[in-house]
């Protein structure tokens, strides 16, 4: 009986002790942090969202580095014309009218026409950056005789050095293609989102 009743105090302290917590905390306080809110959740989200998105490689980094200018159909075509026609000349007093030089220099500026021109005039870049490759080459085309004999010369250049303007006319199909995309993937996934405006927590508009 006495073994008994030394025993009773002992369970009793453990049974207050299981209700009372591990820790010896009074009943009624919660353990550990407190329930995050939606936006301390969205927060959170973001910020795993950033951990684990991959860095852009150099070239996009530094493509998007550039100015984003927004020409027009015309503006892109002339912009075009003008550089290679500045190239070209370059071209004749530098290298002596090197056809290769022309050509390499002819692909970077058919990307810039086709990554300026604005959203409404995409189609047209494909089609001025011919014209502007044609206009530039008059300076190292060579051909004597007057009117009809640079232009005889400025079209057997252009048949001999077809390669170079079908490469940037391919390369400024292909980012206007791409570009048009981006911009019908994003016209097609604005109603399912929040429309800039439409909320109090709305982002501001671009």
Do not use: N
Not at 138 to 163: D, F, K, R, Y
Not at 196 to 204: F, T, W
């Amino acid at each position: 009986m006495e073994q008994y009743r030394t025993r009773t105090p002992q369970h009793g302290q453990r049974a207050a002790r299981t209700a009372d917590g591990p820790a010896g905390r009074a009943p009624g306080r919660t353990s550990g942090r407190a329930p995050l809110g939606p936006q301390a959740a969205a927060g959170e989200a973001a910020a795993v969202y950033r951990v684990a998105a991959r860095p852009a490689p150099p070239f996009v980094l530094a493509l998007r580095r550039l100015p984003e200018p927004r020409l027009t159909g015309l503006g892109g075509g002339l912009f075009a014309a003008a550089v290679m026609f500045l190239l070209g000349c370059l071209d004749w007093l530098i290298f002596d009218g090197s056809p290769a030089v022309y050509g390499v220099l002819f692909l970077p500026v058919s990307a810039v026409t086709a990554l300026w021109v604005r959203p409404a005039d995409l189609v047209s870049a494909p089609i001025s950056v011919p014209i502007a490759f044609a206009f530039g080459i008059v300076p190292i085309a060579g051909g004597s005789g007057g009117l009809g004999g640079q232009a005889m010369a400025v079209v057997t250049a252009l048949a001999l050095h077809a390669g170079w303007l079908y490469g940037g006319t391919l390369v400024a199909g292909l980012i206007a293609s791409v570009r048009k995309l981006r911009l019908m993937g994003r016209r097609r996934a604005r109603p399912a989102g929040a429309r800039p405006g439409s909320g109090a927590g709305s982002g501001p508009r671009r």
